[in-house]
């Protein structure tokens, strides 16, 4: 009882820094905007200065949104991949996510040069992109998958995973020496990350799948707490191994393969936030666990992309390269420490 008080004070605590976190970051940008002005904007009122109203209702708060989306969903799909793999270094991207995602990506952006204009008339809309990179992403793990049902043993899924990567990965450099500059330029640059290119339709789309990720990781619940003590303890329980198994990969390829798909590849958020919520919570019940790192990874995204934006100036960093400053030295300092790192 008095753990599960103590949690509830850190809940309350989070929701509250995710509050303030929210508005701070909508207050950020090349503009300063007051938060009086943000706050009666977001209930409807309209402000005097209308180009404010603008940039909080058609730029900032989508972005606000997307960050959430993004931290919350791959911080979930980290703790996911970490369970079933019981590796503390398993990220929603082991299992070649982020790499059919890219590959996607790169024979769009890439591809003309080698395979003509099939691949330039994709690249001429945004949603070419987006259906690239998603089926990129769905079809590595449907390999993945499909080995997954004839291989028991999850450290084999996850080298199979990894021996994925490196194939798509092989595929993306052979693509990028024959691109031209200027397709090479535009894919590092969506290889940055990108949170505030969203429009409110994509949004929409996006959350859909996002809520339905969520949804499936909410339902694998009970199979993740069995899952912690092995998988003979868990099939003691009567935990079907393979349908688990199964819905988890699915879990994460809809939560990591479409937020990938629509804000680019995002790094270590799905590795560092699960580390991170174990530290805050030191509980291995994932029960807690769940809705502690929906809200811890949304936090730290939003400071991330606060940080990005080098307020009261015109510059943006790109989130990619601040995610990986702010997750790198936190899975030093894990490993370092060496202690309730996992499990």
Not at 298 to 311: F, G, K, T
Request: glycine share 8%; hydrophobic share 55%; proline share 3%.
């Amino acid at each position: 009882m008095p753990n599960k008080k103590k949690h509830n004070i850190v809940f309350v605590a989070l929701i509250l820094v995710l509050c303030i976190c929210f508005f701070t970051n909508i207050s950020f940008g090349s503009v300063a905007i007051p938060f009086k002005s943000i706050f009666n904007s977001l209930i409807g009122n309209t402000l005097e200065n209308t180009a404010w109203n603008h940039i909080i209702l058609q730029y900032r708060l989508p972005k606000a949104v997307t960050a959430i989306i993004v931290g919350s969903g791959l911080g979930i799909s980290g703790l996911l991949m970490q369970t079933l793999f019981r590796n503390p270094l398993a990220g929603p991207f082991v299992l070649g996510i982020s790499s059919g995602a890219s590959l996607g990506v790169a024979l769009v952006i890439l591809g003309s040069s080698v395979f003509g204009g099939f691949f330039a008339i994709l690249f001429a809309s945004k949603w070419g992109i987006v259906l690239a990179a998603s089926l990129g992403s769905f079809l590595v793990l449907l390999a993945v998958t499909l080995v997954s049902i004839k291989v028991r043993d999850t450290m084999a899924i996850l080298i199979i995973g990894l021996m994925f990567s490196s194939i798509t990965s092989a595929i993306v450099s052979v693509l990028s020496y024959f691109g031209s500059a200027e397709q090479l330029q535009q894919y590092i640059f969506w290889g940055f990350g990108s949170l505030g290119n969203l429009s409110w339709q994509e949004i929409v789309i996006l959350s859909i799948i996002y809520l339905l990720g969520l949804l499936i990781s909410i339902t694998t619940i009970k199979s993740l707490n069995s899952l912690l003590l092995g998988e003979n303890y868990a099939k003691s329980l009567g935990v079907n191994i393979k349908k688990s198994r199964l819905l988890l990969i699915t879990a994460t390829s809809l939560l990591a393969g479409t937020i990938t798909a629509f804000a680019g590849p995002i790094a270590f958020i799905g590795l560092a936030i699960p580390h991170i919520t174990r530290q805050i919570f030191n509980t291995t019940n994932h029960k807690t666990l769940v809705p502690a790192v929906f809200l811890i990874g949304a936090i730290v995204m939003l400071v991330c992309d606060s940080i990005s934006q080098l307020p009261n100036t015109q510059f943006t960093l790109p989130i990619n390269a601040i995610t990986s400053l702010v997750g790198a030295p936190v899975v030093i300092w894990l490993l370092v420490k060496k202690r309730n790192m996992l499990f």
